[in-house]
């Protein structure tokens, strides 16, 4: 089949594969690769998937899950899946906006106040209109996005209590223009790194902040690299479950089914497995040593629009996806 001769393509790097192989080689190999240490919930609930489509398809695909940035960092990943070379990626919202621009419309800045209001929104009509983009460069996005989370920020000096805070602060983002654009906006001095970079720029202080929800500041072990976190649930992040477009066509009806039930099930239980970490987390980095506050968000959304930051996006996602937005939130600008 088309995706065997996919797999020999030179950018696989099967020694480094997380799961064991099989003696007999699948008739589809699907190749995954994200971003994210084996034990964080994504990789977990994908090995799960993994084996549920290994036995459903009676052996016939296997998804090979290669995690940790162990293929590159998200922009050779983002590049991997779209020539065919990776099957599934799992980039951010923010990092798949460098090619669909439509896609951060869930990380604008304050924008939602809970889960409900998330999941409502993206299992929804502005989810369907992100998807609809997201098929436009000829990626196949499954139904459920899976989550990262409400986003926080941590220092290696002192806490964030305020947007007073942020000025001149070197803080690393994803590789993302909202996000730039955001901490500009809030007066601090962001710096796009890939996630593969971050604790090494935190440890020989390249940067001395940076922002993540607290399962990755968990597993990627920040709290060792860093003093504070500011609870500012700045944005809310989610990982989009995406595949190669030929790779996808390529797989007979019954196996699509197959694969996608398997992804679309372990995506809902991955979240539930973040909101239950998010829950029990801030005692455990505590007892790390990293200090916890609570900044109230309205110094930092008045900031935002004094410096015109919802006005400019507004304009730049164009009114329908930021009405089908305000339509989940209320209104922001
Ligand atoms: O790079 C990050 O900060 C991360 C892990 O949250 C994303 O994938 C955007």
């Known amino acids: 089949a088309a995706l065997r001769g ?7 790097v099967p020694l480094l594969a997380a799961a064991p192989r099989p003696a007999r080689a699948a008739e589809f190999e699907l190749k995954y690769g994200n971003n994210l ?72 800045g304050f924008a ?22 997201i098929s436009r460069v000829n990626l196949f996005a499954f139904e459920k996005m899976w989550d990262n989370g409400f986003r926080q920020m941590t220092t290696s000096g002192r806490p964030i209590e305020t947007a007073r805070d942020m000025d001149g602060l070197k803080i690393r983002v994803p590789v993302s223009p909202l996000s730039i654009a955001m901490f500009k906006a809030l007066g601090a001095a962001p710096a796009s790194l890939q996630f593969s970079e971050v ?30 976190c500011a609870l500012s649930n700045h944005i809310w992040d989610g990982y989009w479950f995406i595949a190669n477009g030929r790779a996808w066509r390529g797989l007979p009806a019954d196996l699509q089914k ?15 497995d973040i909101k239950t970490l998010n829950a029990s987390l801030q005692t455990d980095l505590e007892s790390k040593g990293l200090r916890f506050n609570s900044p109230a968000p309205d110094s930092f ?8 930051f919802y006005a ?9 996806a930021w009405g089908l937005l305000e339509e989940a939130v209320g209104r922001l600008a």
């Open 301 to 308: 959304r008045a900031k935002l629009r004094e410096a015109g």
């Open 112 to 133: 939602f106040a809970d889960y409900d209001q998330v999941w409502k929104a993206m299992d929804g009509k502005l989810g369907a209109h992100v998807r609809a983009a």
């Open 258 to 272: 197959i694969v996608s039930d398997a992804i679309n099930d372990a995506g809902m239980q991955q979240r539930e």
């Open 6 to 12: 996919l797999a020999a393509a030179p950018l696989a």
């Open 37 to 108: 240490p084996m034990t964080h919930p994504l990789n977990t609930r994908a090995s799960q998937a993994a084996e549920r489509i290994a036995r459903e398809s009676r052996g016939r695909v296997e998804m090979r899950i290669f995690p940790n940035n162990q293929l590159g960092g998200d922009t050779d990943m983002l590049s991997q899946v779209r020539n065919g070379a990776l099957t599934f990626f799992t980039p951010s919202a923010l990092v798949i906006a460098t090619l669909v621009p439509a896609a951060a419309i869930n990380a604008v």
């Open 199 to 228: 604790y090494s720029s935190l440890q020989t202080r390249i940067v001395d902040a940076q922002e993540n929800p607290l399962p990755i500041i968990q597993v990627a072990k920040l709290y060792e690299v860093q003093k504070s």
């Open 312 to 320: 400019e996006w507004k304009g730049r996602f164009g009114d329908e």
